[in-house]
């Protein structure tokens, strides 16, 4: 039932980096336009990054300069890059159709940044 599949996270200090994968369950899921969200403890979930149909990306202010979103087509997969990480960083990380319409929210991939 889950149409996206995360992966790439872990638990690093603060000022390290991490990159994200995203990559679809099936193979004829599109993957355009997709956005990179994320869900601290006891916050609502928010938009990270989003890449559009035509390549043009955006980014939360709180990540603007240390995280880049893109994407492989051939692999069928969408990245994000992800350094200076910082503790306010620590989230479940999802991706996602943006704005939408959305398909069913996966596990996601947890992301700990120690202090």
């Known amino acids: 039932q889950v149409q996206f599949v995360e992966s790439g996270g872990g638990l690093v200090q603060a000022g390290g980096s991490l990159r994200l994968s995203c990559t679809p369950s099936?193979?004829?899921?599109?993957?355009?336009?997709i956005g990179w969200y994320r869900q601290a403890p006891g916050k609502q979930r928010e938009l990270v990054a989003s890449v559009t149909s035509d390549g043009m990306t955006n980014y939360a202010d709180s990540v603007k300069g240390r995280f880049t979103i893109s994407r492989d087509n051939a692999k069928k997969t969408v990245y994000l890059q992800m350094n200076s990480l910082k503790p306010e960083d620590t989230a479940v990380y999802y991706c996602?159709?943006?704005?939408?319409?959305?398909?069913?929210w996966g596990q996601g991939t947890q992301v700990t940044v120690s202090s």
């Open positions: 996602n159709y943006r704005p939408g319409p959305y398909v069913d």
């Open positions: 099936r193979s004829t899921f599109s993957i355009n336009p």
